[in-house]
């Protein structure tokens, strides 16, 4: 991939990563991902934040590095914003290339290299207000941004282009291909990237709301010109646009969510799916919009999407073995994991020679503080009198969802 340039001083390099592999070990990524670093030119040379060797990276990113007139043993400073191996798995090998890079990570950033690649030496922690002159005028300067998503994690500012290289912060799944900047993107393909950003918003970084929000608060300060994240698409024409995304998203944990319902189901012969149906005419009564995923079908990746932004959550599921359904029950445990809390929520399901999975349920959700209507479980096929009612109940959660502030 070819060095994209932010400034006269400044490049995006990228790989691009088609794979089959799941994202750390679960989320899938059929359209893939990208691995972003960035070169910085003074007169001292830094890179900010690595790859690792997955899917051709370490190639890709040698390649945009010589494009920008640069080797890799040219560098003098390594910026680890963030310590998972998606960003520094290649250190050991880069290390080996260039002994004399000073690596500059948090305090617990340093650790984490000490503990992951065995690396003693050449290592300096910086905090919050710290900086890095580069000469020429390009200076780096150092924010703490703990908890979006690791403990140990940081962002970095240049402030003559204003660009802020923000590592997971901001960032998306999805391939970039030979553009990187939201510009060169038209309004339909920024919308399926701001899609891919939800999803690796829910997947990834949903359970530390509260961290983004701070985080975000820390950077008002700042004159940000460029989104420059570690994953997905530079923001040079509308920075905070995304910025504004992921304020908004962590703003779901407490409230202002869209008003609309995320339907998770799953039938074993149509007795629950039969049900469903009604629940959903009187859904549909209220005029509310909704989304669909039914287990073990569809990923818990796409679930998480929708849950996590939707008012209203309906689970449909019959009794298994005296139970939930089992694909049913890795799916709220993980929407507890998320903190997919205070949803107006319904759960209907059928069962065969007897119920069971209710009592489960309410204590698979007891931590989530869903505002509950009823359930409703049923024998076998439901009759005319349930079918009213689940469609009644339908409405009922429709009009709750309305009526959330």
């Not at 950033?109 to 922690?125: I, P, Q, S």
């Not at 002159?133 to 994690?153: C, I, K, Q, R, Y």
């Not at 339907?263 to 919009?289: C, F, K, P, Q």
Request: glycine share 8%.
């Amino acid at each position: 991939m070819k060095a994209h340039k932010i400034s006269d001083r400044i490049y995006a390099l990228h790989a691009d990563v088609k794979t089959e592999d799941l994202f750390e070990g679960i989320w899938p990524i059929p359209d893939g991902v990208s691995l972003n670093s960035y070169l910085v030119k003074g007169d001292k040379i830094a890179l900010i934040d690595l790859v690792r060797d997955w899917g051709g990276a370490p190639a890709a990113l040698e390649t945009g590095l010589s494009q920008a007139g640069v080797m890799l043993a040219d560098v003098d400073y390594l910026v680890l914003n963030h310590l998972e191996p998606d960003h520094t798995g290649w250190l050991a090998d880069f290390r080996r290339i260039n002994p004399k890079v000073r690596i500059l990570a948090t305090a617990k950033g340093v650790e984490l290299v000490k503990a992951f690649y065995k690396v003693e030496d050449g290592l300096e922690a910086v905090k919050t207000g710290d900086s890095l002159d580069l000469g020429s005028g390009m200076v780096l300067s150092f924010v703490e941004a703990p908890n979006v998503h690791w403990p140990e994690t940081m962002v970095t500012f240049e402030p003559s282009s204003g660009t802020l290289f923000s590592c997971d912060a901001f960032g998306s799944f999805g391939m970039l291909g030979d553009r990187v900047f939201d510009d060169q993107f038209n309004p339909r393909e920024l919308e399926r990237f701001e899609a891919e950003t939800l999803r690796y918003y829910s997947n990834i970084v949903a359970s530390f709301g509260p961290f983004v929000r701070r985080a975000i608060d820390k950077l008002a300060g700042l004159d940000v010109r460029v989104v420059a994240p570690s994953h997905g698409i530079v923001w040079r024409k509308e920075p905070r646009r995304i910025v504004e995304l992921y304020s908004k998203y962590a703003s779901y944990l407490d409230g202002n969510r869209e008003k609309e319902i995320c339907v998770i189901w799953g039938s074993m012969y149509g007795n629950t799916e039969r049900g469903l149906a009604a629940a959903i005419r009187g859904i549909e009564d209220e005029g509310v919009r909704f989304t669909m995923h039914r287990v073990p079908n569809e990923d818990l990746s796409y679930i998480l999407s929708d849950a996590y932004k939707s008012e209203g959550i309906l689970v449909a599921m019959p009794t298994y073995e005296y139970k939930m359904f089992p694909p049913m029950a890795y799916v709220l445990d993980m929407l507890a994991r998320k903190h997919v809390n205070g949803r107006s929520a319904l759960r209907i399901g059928s069962w065969g020679w007897v119920g069971g999975a209710k009592k489960e349920y309410d204590e698979a959700i007891a931590a989530l503080k869903w505002d509950s209507i009823e359930s409703l479980e049923w024998a076998g096929v439901p009759d005319e009198a349930v079918l009213a009612d689940l469609r009644e109940r339908g409405r009922e959660l429709a009009r709750r969802v309305k009526a959330a502030k």
